[in-house]
């Protein structure tokens, strides 16, 4: 599974490692990652165009930043659980929930997560990597109402 | 854009470089790396789950190895583009193709890419970010054919 040091070395951008640090800032996919106490710790440049959030605004703040009010509670029930028992039951699963922007506007988001473990192996973060899907969201309604309408039934 | 070192490196993970390498490898999301020739040079824990090939097939190797042969002179030609001038028209697109698995099996993949620069700020490889959206597609093919056959015109 781990990469071939050299290999990559010889491209010009050093180590593996910071090859890494130049994926993970240059995605277009908004990376964001929070430690033990959910409070942001990486920011990348998708997330503040996705969310709106300079990384400057978002470091050090908590995940609820963009996390609609009402899904707060369960969010955080979820990812305690996960710092206790370092297991993740989402660990392939593409999660969709709704997201707030700084604009206050409501997004649709889709996105996986991975569970860090420090030195101890104890969890000491999570990662999450998101995609905006508020468009192809609305298309599918439209869609089903479509749908539900040829049907003579309710979306 | 940079995160603060100083905070994630009390995450008891290390330096940023090296939590963002933890990002990578341990991602759920298939991560891919191809250098400037268009061979793979890092190659994810979750690109063996989607593709099926371990790193030590893929490192190396062309990226034919999971493009579908009627697509590749499509693919290289836009990848070779993208090198000679340093830019990229999907910067912050989600581009939608067929992809081959290890097994011979055709899955449907959405990826985004970003370029990476060497020291010298010339192209140096693409990064892509990639998830397997065949369920999700083979729902949507679905609908569209209620849809269509409710509507009596052809899919």
Same mark, same amino acid.
């Given at each position: ?16 490692? $910071? ?50 009010? =009402? ?30 922007? =700084? ?18 192996? $104890?969890?000491?973060?999570?990662? $999450? ?15 089903? =109402? ?7 039934? =309710?979306?």
């Amino acid at each position: 599974m781990m990469t071939d040091a050299n290999r990559l070395s010889d491209m010009g951008l050093g180590a593996d490692d $910071a090859i890494c640090a130049a994926i993970v800032h240059g995605a277009a996919d908004a990376i964001v990652l929070a430690d033990r106490d959910g409070a942001i710790r990486l920011w990348n440049g998708a997330a503040e165009r996705i969310f709106g959030f300079r990384a400057d605004e978002a470091m050090g703040r908590s995940l609820d930043l963009i996390i609609p009010e =009402k899904l707060r509670a369960r969010h955080w029930e979820g990812y305690r659980e996960v710092m206790r028992t370092g297991r993740s039951r989402y660990s392939t699963e593409l999660l969709s929930v709704p997201a707030l922007r =700084k604009d206050g506007e409501r997004i649709s988001v889709e996105f996986t997560v991975s569970l860090l473990s420090g030195a101890d192996g $104890a969890p000491s973060g999570i990662a $999450a990597i998101l995609r905006d899907t508020t468009e192809r969201r609305r298309r599918d309604q439209e869609l089903q =109402k479509r749908l539900a309408a040829l049907e003579g039934r =309710k979306p």
